[in-house]
């Protein structure tokens, strides 16, 4: 057995993030896991892909050479659905053969159909749901299940500026097409929408099933290092949770205190 010195990293755009490393935490307490949150460059949606994939390389690379991480999932969809197949097939092979990267919308897609859907919304960036990964991925899984994809851009900017007022408003009238359309389920496309699947639960009256990735990607981490033991056995044990950012500031910290219920201290990162 290998010494257990290794971590599990997370990487997000900015802030969503933060609410799929605290429930890995929550649910796998016992590992060590970084954070980084790419906070200069937030967003990502608006970005080209060559932008988003050489950001989320280099955000990977860090997490891997400064901070010890030899599992890193990319918990943005954005940088999973630009960049991840890239990286999981060229950039690892060829650099960290023995590293690995994990996405989000495989496990999401899974989970979707072990629950027995097969018309399912998405509400996602502009770039998540114009580049129809959800789409082409569910037609490998359930090919006879269909994804309904609305871009939903003023969601992430109501979030991370406080825009509670609004968020009803802005959610009736993206949730009015997709309700319409009769789906059994809602996948929550974007890591902040965490934030508010609650409202959108009493928004959709129950009527479709909320398929929120804070919930699904614990379980299928879980699920990964039990048929993985080769890596298993090489994540450190200490129940440590660190924070990094690309960029910190107040209102970042404050964000960050209110996910964590507590206040982090928070390293700020240079790559
Ligand atoms: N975290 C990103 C995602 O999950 C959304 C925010 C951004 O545009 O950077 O898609």
Do not use: W
Not at 164 to 179: A, C, F, N, R, T
Not at 205 to 230: A, C, F, G, M, W
Not at 238 to 267: D, W
Request: hydrophobic share 35%; aromatic share 8%.
């Amino acid at each position: 057995m290998q010494n257990r010195v290794k971590k599990i990293g997370v990487f997000d755009s900015g802030l969503g993030g933060l609410y799929i490393a605290k429930a890995l935490q929550q649910a796998l307490p016992e590992y060590d896991y970084v954070y980084l949150g790419d906070t200069f460059n937030v967003p990502y949606g608006g970005r080209s892909s060559e932008n988003i994939y050489q950001l989320s390389e280099n955000a990977i690379k860090a997490l891997f050479e400064q901070k010890e991480c030899d599992l890193v999932i990319v918990a943005c969809n954005t940088a999973s659905v630009s960049a991840l197949r890239k990286l999981q097939r060229e950039f690892l092979v060829n650099n960290y053969p023995d590293k690995r990267i994990l996405g989000v919308i495989v496990p999401t897609l899974e989970s979707a159909t072990e629950l027995g859907a097969t018309q399912i919304g998405l509400i996602a960036t502009e770039y998540t749901v114009r580049s129809k990964i959800y789409d082409e991925e569910i037609t490998k899984i359930t090919p006879s299940a269909r994804i309904f994809g609305v871009a939903t851009p003023l969601l992430v900017p109501l979030i991370e500026h406080h825009g509670e007022k609004y968020m009803d408003m802005v959610l009736q009238d993206y949730l009015e097409p997709i309700l319409a359309e009769g789906l059994d389920s809602l996948i929550l496309g974007c890591t902040h929408y965490v934030s508010i699947k609650d409202r959108i639960r009493t928004l959709t009256n129950h009527r479709v099933r909320i398929l929120s990735q804070d919930e699904i990607i614990p379980p299928k981490l879980k699920t990964y290092l039990l048929h993985h033991p080769e890596m298993e056995e090489r994540l450190s044990k200490h129940n440590e949770f660190t924070v990094c950012a690309t960029s910190v500031n107040e209102g970042y910290a404050r964000n960050v205190e209110n996910i964590m219920g507590k206040k982090l201290p928070i390293q700020e990162i240079t790559y």
